[in-house]
Every structure is written in C-alpha cells, then in structure tokens.
C-alpha cells in the first residue's frame, strides 16, 4: 500500500474498508 492517494483504492481492492483519509498530509 502506498501512502498516497491511492491508499484508498488499494485498500478498497483489497476488500479493506478503510477511512476516506488515512493520512491527510501524505495525500497532498
């Protein structure tokens, strides 16, 4: 999983529910 925006779509693939935002900086 990379600390990014596509830490939701990889984790949603995964099938792993997770925040809408994990890392909030990192996305930037």
Do not use: H, Y
Request: aromatic share 4%.
């Amino acid at each position: 999983v990379c600390l990014g925006g596509g830490v939701i779509e990889q984790t949603w693939r995964d099938g792993e529910p997770l925040p809408a935002r994990i890392n909030p900086e990192m996305e930037a």
